[in-house]
C-alpha cells in the first residue's frame, strides 16, 4: 500500500485549500484509520487531524480545531483535509497516514506512531 497526497499550494493568509489522500491503484482506504500530519522547516511533525475507518471518530490538533475538516468519501477511495482560514503558520509539507486494523483511532494517533503507511506530502505554503 501507497499514499499518495495532492492538493497543495501557495495561498494567502484566509485562504483556503483542499488536500486529498488517495491508495496506490489496487488497494482500498475502506479498513484504515487515516490521520494527517505535517512538519514545518525546523520543526517535529505534527499531527493534525485523523479519522476512523467508519468515520465514526475524528479528532483534531487544536491549532487547527474549526479551521480544518477531515472526511472521507469511500466511493472515491479517498480522504479529505479541507483547510480553511489559513495562517502563516500551517506552512509545512502534509502527510497523510494509514493506521491498519484498528476500529478506532489509537490514544498516540498525534504522535505518529500507529500508523504504518505514509505519503510522499504535499508542500503547503500561506503568505502573509
Known amino acids: 500500500l501507497q499514499l499518495v497526497e495532492s492538493g497543495g499550494g501557495s495561498v494567502q493568509t484566509g485562504g483556503s485549500l483542499r488536500l486529498s489522500c488517495a491508495a496506490s491503484?489496487?488497494?482500498?482506504?475502506?479498513?484504515?484509520?487515516i490521520g494527517w500530519f505535517r512538519r514545518a522547516p525546523g520543526k517535529e511533525r505534527e499531527g493534525v487531524a485523523a479519522?476512523?475507518?467508519?468515520?465514526?471518530?475524528?479528532k483534531y490538533a487544536n491549532s487547527v480545531e474549526g479551521r480544518f475538516t477531515i472526511s472521507r468519501d469511500p466511493a472515491k477511495n479517498t480522504v479529505f483535509l479541507q483547510m480553511d482560514n489559513l495562517l502563516p503558520e500551517d506552512t509545512a509539507v502534509y502527510y497523510c497516514?494509514?493506521?491498519?486494523?484498528?476500529?478506532?483511532?489509537?490514544?498516540?494517533?498525534?504522535?505518529?506512531?500507529?500508523?504504518?503507511?505514509w505519503g510522499q506530502g504535499t508542500q503547503v505554503t500561506v503568505s502573509s
Open positions: 491503484p489496487g488497494y482500498s482506504l475502506e479498513n484504515l484509520a
Open positions: 497516514g494509514a493506521d491498519q486494523g484498528r476500529h478506532g483511532l489509537a490514544i498516540n494517533w498525534q504522535s505518529g506512531r500507529p500508523f504504518g503507511f
Open positions: 479519522i476512523s475507518r467508519t468515520g465514526n471518530s475524528i
